[in-house]
C-alpha cells in the first residue's frame, strides 16, 4: 500500500484545515487507517483512526471534538477535518495503515506510512 498526504498549509489559530489521504495498492476492509502528527522535538503522537468498514472511530483526548476523520471507501482516500486549530497542533502530520488492526493509537501497529504534510497553525 502506497499512501500519499496532502492538504496541509498555514492557517491562523480557529481556523480549519482538511487533510487528505489517499491509498494505492491493494486495502483491506479491515485496514485500520491512522492520522498521526511529529512537532520538532516530540515524538510522534496519535490523532484519529478509523476503519474502511464500519463506523468505528478513534481520537486522542486533545482532538476530541475539533477534528473529524473520515473516509471514502470509492477513493480510497481518508480525511482529517481539523477545526478550531490551535497552535499546539502544529506539526507534521502522517496518515498510516495496519493491515491488522491491532492497538489503532500505537505507531508501532502501523506497516505502512505516507510521506507527511506540514501543518502550522499561527497564534
Known amino acids: 500500500v502506497q499512501l500519499q498526504a496532502s492538504g496541509g498549509g498555514l492557517v491562523q489559530a480557529g481556523g480549519s484545515l482538511r487533510l487528505s489521504c489517499e491509498a494505492s495498492?491493494?486495502?483491506?476492509?479491515?485496514?485500520?487507517m491512522g492520522w498521526f502528527r511529529q512537532a520538532p522535538g516530540n515524538e510522534r503522537e496519535f490523532v484519529a483512526a478509523?476503519?474502511?468498514?464500519?463506523?468505528?472511530?478513534n481520537y486522542a483526548d486533545s482532538v476530541k471534538g475539533r477534528f473529524t476523520i473520515s473516509r471514502d471507501n470509492a477513493k480510497k482516500t481518508v480525511y482529517l477535518q481539523m477545526n478550531s486549530l490551535k497552535p499546539e497542533d502544529t506539526a507534521v502530520y502522517y496518515c498510516?495503515?495496519?493491515?491488522?488492526?491491532?492497538?489503532?493509537?500505537?505507531?508501532?501497529?502501523?506497516?505502512?506510512w505516507g510521506q507527511g504534510t506540514q501543518v502550522t497553525v499561527s497564534s
Open positions: 495498492g491493494r486495502t483491506f476492509s479491515s485496514d485500520v
Open positions: 498510516a495503515a495496519d493491515r491488522y488492526g491491532g492497538i489503532w493509537s500505537s505507531a508501532k501497529e502501523y506497516d505502512y
Open positions: 478509523i476503519r474502511w468498514s464500519g463506523s468505528s472511530t
